[in-house]
């Protein structure tokens, strides 16, 4: 398989090298956490010059003795290296039943930099500070981005490429079939083990038809406002007999292992977060067209999803923002930086134009206010609001 450096995510974990925190890197499957650790491995071998490197690939044969955690330990406290600066690095670490007794063992001997990833319903962000006794630093990985998929295909074409990404999507595994109906197969079989594997093995889901249907109505809703209760309403009109806490508790599964990620509502003139009514957003939108099919393709809902998405690379957290009854797709906020942001397929249209910016004209404050689109044009400014295409917005 061809690979990218994705150096935004390496250099993440050089610039926490030789802190005492326990690393962990986080995301759905198959979104590159192995290779990750695998490239960090390479740069300290590299550039470390006294690097004792132990490294433990669970998914390999050679490693099966070790998945008991006294045997682990021991391995681990054999390797190392006096006078040395020890790594240890563990891919797949929840192979090894009882994995965190040896990993916080071996922390609190303050001899090794510890580099650990694992399967996403079993090392989830909620779960880490219980897991672990001492600090960890957590690096979330997602999907390639639309400036990854352009570097791995060697694409220049701006918008002839997110034309491609619409439909491909961010899961590099799929880049190796020819024929598009074989990438979303693969999607497809990725989504189902998340699904299937992770989530009804962690949570011991009793009723997996259920989880389905909640599931293929969070998909077919992306970007639309969802509760628990509202998906609890449905089901009941198609006899299934479930209470909205369950339903939420199953909404929670599907964040807590990435696949799903859910934004809250924030009311802009109030300054407060609302309590009802969140969206859910895909980690990868190429996952509703290999679940859903692409009949209806449904670009406006895509392109929010690829939108809400960026945003998280890009390190901002993310609301989606209320005023005076009206809705602005995207509060972003980083440290002291705040933007608003509408996502639109086709503003060509006058009443688009306007029912897009008019949300944005109506907010007091001077942050900076941005229209996302398909233009094919380049940016330019309306009355203080930014109107960019979204190819070159993702290039950015």
Same mark, same amino acid.
């Given at each position: 398989m061809?690979?990218?450096?994705?150096n935004?995510?390496l250099?993440?974990?050089?610039?926490?090298?030789?802190?005492?925190?326990?690393k962990v890197?986080?995301g759905?499957?198959r979104?590159?956490?192995?290779?990750?650790l695998?490239?960090?491995?390479?740069?300290?071998?590299?550039?470390?010059?006294?690097?004792?490197?132990i490294?433990i690939?669970?998914?390999?044969?050679k490693?099966?003795?070790?998945k008991?955690?006294?045997a682990?330990h021991?391995?681990i406290?054999?390797?190392?290296k006096?006078?040395?600066?020890?790594?240890?690095?563990?891919?797949?670490?929840q192979?090894?039943p009882s994995?965190?007794?040896?990993?916080?063992s071996i922390?609190?001997?303050?001899?090794?930099?510890?580099?650990?990833?694992?399967?996403n319903a079993?090392l989830?962000s909620?779960d880490?500070?219980t897991?672990?006794t001492?600090?960890?630093?957590?690096?979330r990985?997602?999907?390639?981005?639309?400036?990854e998929?352009?570097?791995?295909f060697?694409?220049e074409? @701006?918008?002839? +490429? *997110?034309? &491609?990404y619409?439909?491909?999507?961010?899961?590099?595994?799929? #880049? /190796?079939?020819?024929d598009?109906?074989?990438q979303y197969?693969?999607i497809?079989?990725?989504?189902?083990?998340?699904i299937i594997r992770?989530?009804?093995?962690?949570?011991k889901?009793?009723?997996?038809?259920l989880?389905?249907?909640i599931v293929d109505?969070?998909?077919?809703?992306i970007?639309?406002q969802?509760?628990?209760?509202n998906i609890t309403?449905v089901?009941a009109?198609?006899?299934e007999?479930?209470s909205?806490?369950?339903?939420?508790?199953y909404?929670?599964?599907?964040? @807590?292992?990435? +696949? *799903?990620y &859910?934004f809250?509502r924030?009311?802009i003139r109030?300054?407060k #977060? /609302?309590s009802s009514?969140d969206?859910?957003y895909?980690?990868?939108?190429?996952f509703?067209?290999a679940?859903l099919?692409?009949k209806?393709?449904?670009?406006?809902?895509?392109?929010?999803?690829?939108t809400?998405?960026?945003?998280?690379?890009?390190?901002?957290?993310v609301?989606?923002?209320?005023?005076?009854?009206?809705?602005i797709?995207f509060?972003a906020?980083r440290r002291?930086?705040?933007?608003?942001?509408?996502?639109?397929?086709n503003?060509?249209d006058?009443?688009?134009f306007?029912?897009?910016?008019?949300?944005?004209?109506?907010?007091?404050?001077?942050?900076?206010k941005?229209?996302i689109?398909?233009?094919?044009?380049?940016?330019?400014?309306y009355?203080?609001i930014?109107?960019v295409?979204?190819?070159?917005?993702?290039?950015d």
């Amino acid at each position: 398989m061809k690979l990218i450096e994705r150096n935004e995510y390496l250099q993440k974990l050089v610039g926490v090298m030789g802190t005492p925190d326990i690393k962990v890197i986080t995301g759905v499957r198959r979104s590159g956490k192995s290779k990750l650790l695998e490239a960090f491995r390479d740069y300290v071998m590299q550039n470390v010059p006294n690097a004792n490197v132990i490294h433990i690939n669970f998914n390999l044969a050679k490693f099966e003795e070790y998945k008991d955690y006294h045997a682990l330990h021991d391995c681990i406290e054999k390797s190392f290296k006096k006078g040395c600066e020890n790594f240890v690095l563990i891919d797949e670490v929840q192979m090894c039943p009882s994995f965190e007794l040896t990993i916080n063992s071996i922390h609190a001997m303050e001899l090794f930099d510890i580099y650990i990833t694992g399967s996403n319903a079993f090392l989830l962000s909620s779960d880490l500070a219980t897991l672990f006794t001492g600090r960890t630093h957590e690096i979330r990985v997602y999907p390639f981005s639309f400036a990854e998929f352009k570097q791995y295909f060697g694409l220049e074409d @701006n918008y002839a +490429a *997110f034309d &491609r990404y619409v439909k491909e999507g961010g899961m590099a595994g799929s #880049y /190796l079939y020819r024929d598009q109906e074989a990438q979303y197969d693969y999607i497809r079989d990725v989504f189902d083990t998340l699904i299937i594997r992770d989530i009804r093995q962690k949570y011991k889901i009793r009723n997996p038809g259920l989880m389905d249907r909640i599931v293929d109505y969070l998909l077919d809703n992306i970007s639309n406002q969802t509760s628990a209760r509202n998906i609890t309403d449905v089901l009941a009109r198609n006899n299934e007999k479930i209470s909205h806490k369950t339903v939420g508790s199953y909404l929670e599964y599907l964040c @807590n292992a990435f +696949a *799903f990620y &859910r934004f809250r509502r924030y009311d802009i003139r109030g300054k407060k #977060y /609302l309590s009802s009514n969140d969206k859910y957003y895909l980690s990868d939108h190429a996952f509703r067209y290999a679940k859903l099919g692409t009949k209806n393709m449904d670009y406006g809902r895509v392109l929010e999803n690829i939108t809400a998405m960026e945003l998280m690379r890009r390190g901002y957290e993310v609301y989606v923002g209320v005023l005076y009854n009206k809705e602005i797709d995207f509060v972003a906020i980083r440290r002291s930086e705040k933007i608003y942001i509408q996502v639109s397929d086709n503003i060509s249209d006058e009443k688009t134009f306007e029912r897009e910016v008019g949300p944005l004209l109506r907010i007091k404050d001077a942050y900076p206010k941005m229209v996302i689109a398909r233009t094919r044009n380049e940016a330019y400014q309306y009355e203080g609001i930014r109107i960019v295409d979204i190819a070159d917005w993702l290039s950015d």
